[in-house]
């Protein structure tokens, strides 16, 4: 398949890369010239704007950072007239910036899909990427090969939006989640438990999860190099709190999570990985 790819960031790389090891042609664009030279590298074909990376392809990709940079490139896409091209966008975006960026490509006669994405820098290397799928059945049925390339649980949600809802909602479990497992380290490290014995003892019960296996290591490892950073997750849970402002819901763990890494950002450590929330605790508790 030809498949143009738009934001060659640290997520756009790899994904763009696992394009291009399942055999499909790629034709990249970035705004920085020195983020297409490891894909150009690799075989992909430049582009010099996002018209150009659309046309002559049957897909275009984007995997840009929020949604004015999203309706940006796809203006661009649409300015292409390419008969028949699906728009996909797997950014984090509102689900009612993706459904106004629908309309808009509709009336251009582009076939949008909104696709985010869950698991970060190495499920995008690896291709295990979650993606989560809103747009109409026909726009699905051709993007479905590319996303096999990057990721293994592919669910279509439903119509245009439906994937920026499902991301939604996995931000606010995820950011949640990691939250309480920084507060649990906090609360066995200030009794003077170990909190790797701690992380062992409820990798077994109840209170397993993938973030207490996986992120929960990182943090013993203070390891805070980022996969996905802090500020990105302020960004998608403002998301959240705009959206349930928007419906009148009611959302008091990610209103005090939104919190939370809104600190973070402003305390400097908007850079690292979300899981540097735990430093922000500690900070708090007199525990640095």
Known sequence: MRIGFIGLGIMGRPMALNLLKCGHEVTVWARRAESMQPLLDAGAIGAGSPAEAARGNELVISMVAD??????????????????????????IAPAAARRIGEELAAAGVDFMDAPVSGGEVGAIAGTLSIMAGGSDAAFAKAKPAFECMGKNIVHVGAASAGQV?????????????????????????????R????????????????LENHGQRMLDRNFKPGFKSWMHEKDLNIVMQTAHELGLCLPGSAATAQMFNAMVGSGLGEEDSIAVLKLLERLSGQE
Do not use: C, W
């Open 67 to 92: 949604a004015p940079d999203v309706a940006e490139v796809m203006r661009g896409v649409a300015s292409a007239g390419q008969a028949g091209l699906v728009a996909v966008d797997m950014s984090t």
């Open 166 to 194: 499902a991301k939604a909602a996995n931000q606010i479990v995820t950011g949640m989640g990691v939250l309480a497992v920084a507060e649990a380290f906090a609360f066995a490290a200030k009794n003077g438990v170990d």
């Open 196 to 211: 790797g014995k701690v992380r062992e003892a409820l990798l077994g019960g109840f209170a397993y999860s993938k973030i």
